[in-house]
């Protein structure tokens, strides 16, 4: 029965951050009742201890020789995600303080039945530590290196990679036939405003905004209008052109160089590529200092669904 029940290491951190969360709204309910009972009491409050009272040791629960303290609580609250840590600080320090509680409480009786020498129990602590000294070591070997110095410098180096680019403002007028749009193309030469006369003619919905389609670039549009606009400079107009909607007539207002994305949108992803590549470069480094070998043949890849191995094991 106890085999049926395995969970693997997804599973509790799921049930963790579950009963976390259930944890956190149990104690927003107990704040509303108390708040609805206590809505007549006096406005003054006794004076409560101040933050000066207290430091990162203070324990807050002891379970047989574990204590849960301040620092204990502060750590806890950095590894909230978003939803829980929207909640009132009250809220969150009474249903992260019952969580870590029954935590500890489970897992000193664990401790006392002795579920810490069962041997799939054993393999995911052992699991869990590697992955622990295996981040903490790469965060020391990295991060000290992902400076926002080295950041922006990999970001202009980026830039200046990048393939200069164009985009052009333009307007157009939309109409069904290469009659209409002749007629249209002698009316703007003629002297007519091209803005007003798309508001009148055009059958596209940017008529209108006069025809006003803003900046894009080449390939943003369909071909056969994407090529007709880039081939005119500002105030040029085309000829009539015909696309699968229609017939436009094309008035291209601005053309200027498209901007980079900027450091600030960028940074993020930018580190994260770094960092890839510093781990991959630290492995390299590594492997001769702590000894790697691999046999000459492996298992077939369909060798990870073989579960039943497990139980030989």
Same mark, same amino acid.
């Given at each position: 029965? #106890?085999?049926?029940?395995?969970?693997?290491?997804?599973?509790?951190?799921?049930?963790?951050?579950?009963?976390?969360?259930?944890?956190? #709204?149990?104690?927003?309910?107990?704040?509303?009742?108390?708040?609805?009972?206590?809505?007549?009491?006096?406005?003054?409050?006794?004076?409560?201890?101040?933050?000066?009272?207290?430091?990162?040791?203070?324990?807050?629960?002891?379970?047989?020789?574990?204590?849960?303290?301040?620092?204990?609580?502060?750590?806890?609250?950095?590894?909230?995600?978003?939803?829980?840590?929207?909640?009132?600080?009250?809220?969150?320090?009474?249903?992260?303080?019952?969580?870590?509680?029954?935590?500890?409480? @489970?897992?000193?009786?664990?401790?006392?039945?002795?579920?810490?020498?069962?041997?799939?129990?054993?393999?995911?602590?052992?699991?869990?530590?590697?992955?622990?000294?295996?981040?903490?070591?790469?965060?020391?070997?990295?991060?000290?290196?992902?400076?926002?110095?080295?950041?922006?410098?990999?970001?202009?180096?980026? *830039?200046?990679?990048?393939?200069?680019?164009?985009?052009?403002?333009?307007?157009?007028?939309?109409?069904?036939?290469?009659?209409?749009?002749?007629?249209?193309?002698?009316?703007?030469?003629?002297?007519?405003? @091209?803005?007003?006369?798309?508001?009148?003619? /055009?059958?596209?919905?940017?008529?209108?905004?006069?025809?006003? #389609?803003?900046?894009?670039?080449?390939?943003?549009? *369909?071909?056969?209008?994407?090529?007709?606009?880039?081939?005119?400079?500002?105030?040029?107009?085309?000829?009539?052109?015909?696309? /699968? @909607?229609?017939?436009? *007539?094309?008035?291209?207002?601005?053309?200027?160089?498209?901007?980079?994305?900027? @450091?600030?949108?960028?940074?993020?992803?930018?580190?994260?590529?770094?960092?890839?590549? #510093?781990?991959?470069?630290?492995?390299?480094?590594?492997?001769?200092?702590?000894?790697?070998?691999?046999?000459?043949?492996?298992?077939?890849?369909?060798?990870?669904?073989?579960?039943?191995?497990?139980?030989?094991?």
């Amino acid at each position: 029965m #106890l085999h049926a029940f395995n969970l693997d290491q997804g599973a509790s951190r799921r049930i963790a951050s579950a009963l976390a969360l259930v944890a956190v #709204l149990s104690a927003a309910d107990r704040a509303m009742a108390q708040d609805t009972t206590n809505q007549e009491a006096p406005a003054e409050e006794a004076a409560g201890p101040t933050l000066e009272t207290y430091d990162a040791a203070t324990p807050l629960a002891t379970i047989g020789d574990t204590a849960i303290t301040l620092g204990d609580m502060i750590r806890a609250r950095q590894s909230l995600n978003p939803q829980l840590q929207s909640f009132p600080d009250a809220v969150i320090f009474t249903g992260m303080l019952e969580e870590m509680v029954r935590r500890e409480v @489970f897992a000193a009786a664990a401790e006392l039945d002795g579920v810490a020498d069962d041997p799939e129990v054993a393999l995911e602590l052992q699991t869990a530590r590697r992955q622990i000294l295996a981040n903490a070591y790469l965060a020391r070997a990295i991060e000290p290196k992902l400076t926002e110095d080295a950041v922006r410098a990999q970001y202009d180096e980026m *830039v200046a990679e990048l393939p200069q680019e164009e985009e052009v403002r333009a307007r157009h007028i939309l109409v069904e036939t290469e009659e209409a749009a002749k007629e249209v193309k002698a009316s703007v030469d003629g002297g007519a405003d @091209f803005a007003e006369l798309a508001k009148e003619k /055009s059958t596209g919905p940017s008529g209108p905004s006069g025809g006003d #389609l803003g900046f894009f670039r080449q390939g943003q549009m *369909v071909p056969e209008f994407s090529d007709a606009a880039y081939a005119l400079q500002p105030g040029e107009v085309s000829e009539p052109v015909k696309t /699968s @909607f229609g017939w436009h *007539v094309i008035k291209v207002e601005e053309r200027r160089a498209v901007a980079p994305p900027p @450091f600030e949108e960028m940074a993020q992803q930018i580190t994260r590529e770094m960092a890839q590549e #510093l781990a991959a470069a630290e492995v390299e480094t590594l492997t001769d200092k702590v000894g790697l070998t691999r046999p000459e043949m492996l298992p077939p890849a369909a060798a990870i669904r073989e579960e039943q191995l497990l139980s030989a094991q």
